[in-house]
């Protein structure tokens, strides 16, 4: 053998053996043991729940294309559900971890999510959705990195932070259940928590993350509460937005950022005041008592205590408005696919269908519920998916039955049902979430990534259009609603499932303001849609069903 043919022969092996890691995408191994706790994070002691004997639970840290494997057992004495808010689970609403993709873990037993991140860079937060034990803990952070080839604008940070903020009720979640099951809000809450913690401010506080002078770091943050938006800020620093739900955004300063519920975004903080220590403040908005959790940074070669004097928070809707206005996508930055965000032109799409969902709250029987066009949504025994899957729809719920334009007798009565809304796969649609109520709302869609296009004061009307952002409005997955106004989003249907849209409240979730897109795989072809698994447990009527026919190529 020649020694040219002997080089080009180790060569190929060189890259079959390159092509071999590469070709095996990664695996994350996870085991959760999901327990009750006392926890104190308000000096009061209260029943929370732990994930491995942790409050808030364990982040997860993941890069595109992971293949992310979670074995949780449930030791609770309650059925168990974990979703992903936020990852696009792509092909895969069978592991969306929502009540009409999949069947609660009962007490007692495990099961294992086993599911695939893919090019959504950014940051995310995972909670329980079942029986609003989201109030107890069991949330935690989840963040997909850039695979190392794919070039992000911004210099690597020194580290980087989660920050979940979040109000906090002192009662057990079950307490808070029982409340809003015998027809009652859940009220206001007691505190505010940054990881877990609320700092005391008498100089005996530990800090939740240190910084080393000149060094700059990335601090993701989610509001993770159950009832309030937040105004986060960091004492004497501004923060450089970079990312928002898995987008780039152009980076701009802020003194402070308004974070609705179930939004997350990353901002970079550089080191560069005098060393001592200074809180982060996470306050409610638009609420007439404000309530404020503190968290403290200390500069590593710090000397001192932070300023008792806390930077004052923000005031009013229209500062609000105008600040969810300043974010905008960075249209030259590489998507996670080697080409930039703003090849992708929505604006230049042509409209299949507009759905209007108008919410509203009412009592029906005596007992407090929230609607979407006057329908509160009510979970099935049977997975939705489910019993579609296996030809069993009818005996299980109805598609179809609120209209896509609302009418106003619809905010006047409210009807409890399973909400499904059939939509064609593939067709790009706009959705106008319009609200009539006095408080903000958040709105939260699994599956996707949506473009918020406006977000105005007043009601919709089609002449809207004309205002729309149509060029750089951010591909994100939660947009709110201001008291008396309305938001606009638009999106393509492209991922074949049955995904949950829900009040990111999970208050207003949990009594009804939900509903589902049935985005149907019609040729059951596994170009579009993965298959269920075959061990996958099974619960209500498709129980000891025969498996339907294997989806085609
Ligand atoms: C989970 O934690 C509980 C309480 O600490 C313990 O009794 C149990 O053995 C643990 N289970 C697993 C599977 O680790
Ligand atoms: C997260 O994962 C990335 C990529 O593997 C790694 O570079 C980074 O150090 C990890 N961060 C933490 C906090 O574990
Ligand atoms: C439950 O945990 C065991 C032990 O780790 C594992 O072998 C099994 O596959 C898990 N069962 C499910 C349904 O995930
Ligand atoms: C947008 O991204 C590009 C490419 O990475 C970067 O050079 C630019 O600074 C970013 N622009 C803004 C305004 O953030
Ligand atoms: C959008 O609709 C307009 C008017 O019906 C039509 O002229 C145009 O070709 C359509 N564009 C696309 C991209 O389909
Ligand atoms: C959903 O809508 C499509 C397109 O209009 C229609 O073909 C299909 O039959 C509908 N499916 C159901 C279950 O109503």
Known sequence: MGSMTMKLLLLCLSIGVISVVHGEDPYLFFTWNVTYGTISPLGVPQQGILINGEF?????????????????????????????NGIQQ?????????????????????????????DQIGSYFYYPITAMHRAGGAFGGLRINSRLLIPVPYADPEDDYTVLIGDWYTKSHSSLRKQLDMGRSMGRPDGVLINGKNAKGDGTDEPLFNMTPGKTYKFRVCNVGLKNSLNFR??????????????HVVQNIYESLDVHLGQCFSALV???????????????????????????IRYTNGKGPASPELPSPPVG????????????????????????????????????????????????????????????????????????????????????????????????KITLAPNVVNQTYRDFVEIIFEN?????????????????????????????????NLLDAISRHTVHVYPGSWAAIMLTFDNAGMWNLRSAQPERAYLGQQ????????????????????????????????QPPPYGP
């Open 436 to 468: 009539h109520e006095k408080s903000i709302q958040s709105w939260h869609l699994d599956g996707f990534a949506f473009f918020p296009t406006a977000i105005e004061f007043g009601r919709w009307a089609p002449e809207k259009r004309r205002n729309y």
């Open 317 to 412: 809707l229209a500062w609000s408005l105008n600040q969810a206005r300043s974010f905008r996508w960075n249209l030259t930055a590489s998507a996670a696919r080697p080409n930039p965000q703003g090849s992708y032109h929505y604006g230049a799409i042509n409209i299949t269908r507009t759905i209007k969902l108008v919410n509203s709250a009412r009592k029906v029987d005596g007992k407090l519920r929230y609607a979407i066009n006057g329908v509160s949504h009510i979970d099935t025994e049977t997975p939705l998916k489910y019993a579609q899957y296996f030809g069993v729809a009818d005996k299980v719920f109805k598609y179809d039955i609120i209209k896509d334009e609302p009418s106003a007798e619809a905010e006047d």
């Open 90 to 118: 792509k092909k895969n609403s069978w592991q969306d971890g929502t009540p009409g993709t999949m069947c609660p873990i009962p007490p007692g037993q495990n099961y294992t999510y086993h599911f695939q991140v893919k």
């Open 515 to 546: 509903l589902y897109l049935s985005v149907e795989n019609v040729a059951r072809s596994l170009r579009d849609e993965y298959m269920l698994l075959d061990q996958t447990p099974l619960c209500g009527i498709v129980k000891g069903l025969p």
């Open 234 to 247: 960091i004492q004497g620093h501004t923060m450089k937005l970079v990312e928002m739900e898995g987008s």
């Open 56 to 84: 808030p639970g364990p982040n997860i840290n993941s890069t595109t294309n992971n293949n992310i494997v979670i074995n949780v057992f449930n030791n609770l004495d309650e059925p168990l559900m974990f979703t992903w």
């Open 270 to 296: 550089t080191a560069d005041k005098e060393p001592m220590d200074y809180y982060m403040v996470a306050d409610t908005r638009f609420t007439k008592t404000m309530l404020t959790g503190l968290g403290i």
